[in-house]
């Protein structure tokens, strides 16, 4: 075991200066990677093709999915969304296999949950491994600067078999790293990438206590620069370089600069996290999880956030190897 160790290392160090140019991390046409998954004309197709508009009225929401599954890889989209009432509304991007495996699935979440006029979006992280749906990790917190202006706010997830990373402009807000007692409940099974917009009114806005007004309907999502560079589980001629490719890549790697960059952002801006949560879980069941900055005290029993936040009026910045 530890001679295998030792080879895997070696070879990480051997690919790690060719890993960043090799992981392509550009954004791709819509056509090239997606298709259309429900929504009729409710999901409109930008005039160069590189972004697409989701609605939602009171028909019907809209969606899409990539055209291939991964096994790993870095997903990411620039979303703009809907403004003025909001309540009820979800807008996700996320990582799934449930079509392939509605017992036992996997998924990563971005939900980004609308709300009252004169009160912001908030924005929702999750994790589910091998069906594990009564275990949802689940954090929320707010938005640090305006989502509903084209371009603002980017979204991205590293997969690899080692860890999970999830990126808000850049800036890693969340990483759950894989630990030999999490078992299944780490995602491993091949997922394809979706984009949705549906009616959330049952628990999205203050647990359900307000709904979506189709007054202010359509509301409308804007995705754009769209990057789907993973591990094409079908096709994809090495998968142990497109590993190392990924393993190696500044998207996946957690220097301690980043790693404080995040502790930073989850201070300033963590409003609810399961690792925390005593109410519904009562007790400590997420052997990944690590120690907040600020210890227990710092979070109700119920896992939320004791601490007042106000949106910040600086935008976060891009690190350069996430463009």
């Not at 994790?127 to 009564?134: L, P």
Request: hydrophobic share 40%.
């Amino acid at each position: 075991m530890a001679a295998a160790s030792a080879l895997l290392m070696a070879a990480l160090a051997v690919f790690a200066a060719a890993a960043a140019a090799a992981l392509d991390t550009s954004p791709v046409p819509f056509d090239a990677g997606y298709a259309p998954l429900f929504g009729g004309d409710n999901l409109v197709r930008s005039a160069d093709g590189r972004s697409v508009t989701l609605k939602l009225d009171r028909y019907t929401g809209s969606g899409f999915i990539s055209k291939s599954a991964y096994r790993h890889g870095f997903f990411g989209a620039s979303i703009k969304l809907p403004a003025d009432y909001t309540a009820g509304v979800v807008v996700a991007f996320y990582l799934s296999n449930w079509d392939e495996y509605p017992k036992n699935h996997d998924e990563l979440d971005f939900e980004l949950l609308g709300n009252r006029r004169g009160h912001g979006w908030r924005v929702q992280t999750n994790m589910y491994g091998n069906g594990s749906t009564a275990r949802g990790r689940e954090e929320r917190y707010h938005l640090p600067v305006e989502p509903t202006v084209a371009g603002v706010h980017r979204y991205a997830i590293a997969w690899t078999p080692n860890n999970i990373v999830f990126y808000l402009d850049g800036v890693p807000i969340r990483e759950v790293v894989r630990v030999p007692s999490m078992g299944g409940d780490f995602p491993s099974k091949p997922m394809s990438v979706y984009a949705t917009i549906w009616d959330g009114s049952a628990w999205a806005t203050d647990g359900g206590k307000y709904k979506v007004d189709y007054a202010y309907a359509p509301f409308a999502a804007e995705f754009s620069d769209l990057v789907l560079s993973g591990c094409d589980a079908s096709s994809v001629a090495d998968p142990e370089g497109c590993q190392v490719d990924l393993l190696t890549h500044d998207v996946a790697v957690m220097a301690p600069s980043k790693r404080a960059t995040m502790r930073g952002f989850r201070e300033q801006y963590l409003t609810y996290t399961a690792c925390r949560d005593r109410v519904r879980y009562k007790t400590t069941v997420f052997p990944e999880c690590d120690d907040l900055a600020n210890g227990d005290s710092s979070f109700h029993l119920w896992g939320e956030s004791k601490k007042k936040r106000r949106r910040s009026s600086s935008p976060l910045q891009y690190s350069s190897s996430m463009q």
